[in-house]
């Protein structure tokens, strides 16, 4: 697991954008696991700012993102269906056929799992997988609990999750109770993983997943075993790695 430590949240979004336009270039037809959230906006506006400056293309990428909100329509301004679209596939030039995103309001679910796990399995799984991580160590919505699922599916989410949602939302009763999600299973498969946090609300997670072992208590710690992990923090978030 490589560490680096960044001065700001603007300089964790240069570097993060500096490490995935130069693996495109390496890769140019790569798959991508995509986050949303607060914390990977500021690498997709460096990203955009260097398609449009002609120094990456992503015309030839597949991308899939790790979750969405269940159940909620793709027209709802808080899906991440739209935040992909308004930060990501739009301003990147993503063609429409390789962007991939959970369907947040299926007829069948489970049916619905399976599906999106069977495209990734079809494209060859990511090449690198982008994620950011909770407050309480989940990555994707794969929340803390006694055991975790390996594949695509459908996940309730903890009281933490659902109160650090409702920033996003005009009222505490429109934030969605559960999400589809890759696994830890679909997550760990990837090439390699890029894993981002800013702020110290995340300091304790970090901590969690670099420092303590590995347990289903903290899903990200499940990265330890992962061969290819590059962890990018701003001072904030790399707080408990500089104590004791």
């Keep these: ?9 603007s300089s964790l979004s240069k570097h993060a954008a500096a490490l995935v336009s130069e693996f495109i270039q390496r890769r140019p037809a ?5 986050a949303t959230g607060s914390t990977p ?3 997709y506006r460096e990203l955009a700012g260097m398609v449009r400056r002609g120094r990456v293309d992503f015309g030839r990428v597949t991308t899939f993102n790790l979750d969405e909100y269940y159940p909620i329509s793709r027209t709802n301004p808080q899906s991440y269906y739209c935040y992909m679209r308004r930060h990501f596939w739009g301003p990147l030039g993503i063609a429409p056929g390789r962007a991939h995103i959970p369907d ?14 069977l495209k990734i399995r079809r494209a060859g799984g990511m090449d690198l997988q982008v994620l950011g991580i909770g407050i309480n160590g989940h990555i994707g919505f794969n929340e803390p609990g006694p055991r975790l699922t390996a594949e ?14 409702s920033r996003h939302f005009e009222k505490a009763a429109d934030v969605p109770r559960s999400a589809i999600t890759m696994g830890l299973g679909t997550i760990m498969r990837a090439r390699e993983v890029l894993l981002l946090a800013s702020g110290k609300s995340k300091a304790r997670a970090i901590g969690e997943t670099i420092r303590g072992g590995l347990t289903t208590a903290v899903p990200a710690s499940l990265l330890q075993a992962h061969p290819r992990v590059t962890v990018m923090l701003d001072r904030e978030a790399a707080l408990c790695l500089r104590r004791g």
């Design 1 to 9: 697991m490589k560490i680096v430590v960044l001065q700001d949240y």
């Design 30 to 34: 790569a798959v991508l696991g995509l």
């Design 41 to 43: 906006l500021g690498l």
């Design 104 to 117: 947040g309001n299926p007829a069948d679910a489970a049916a619905a799992c399976r599906d999106y796990e």
């Design 152 to 165: 695509t599916h459908l996940a309730s989410l903890s009281p933490e999750t659902i109160s650090a949602n």
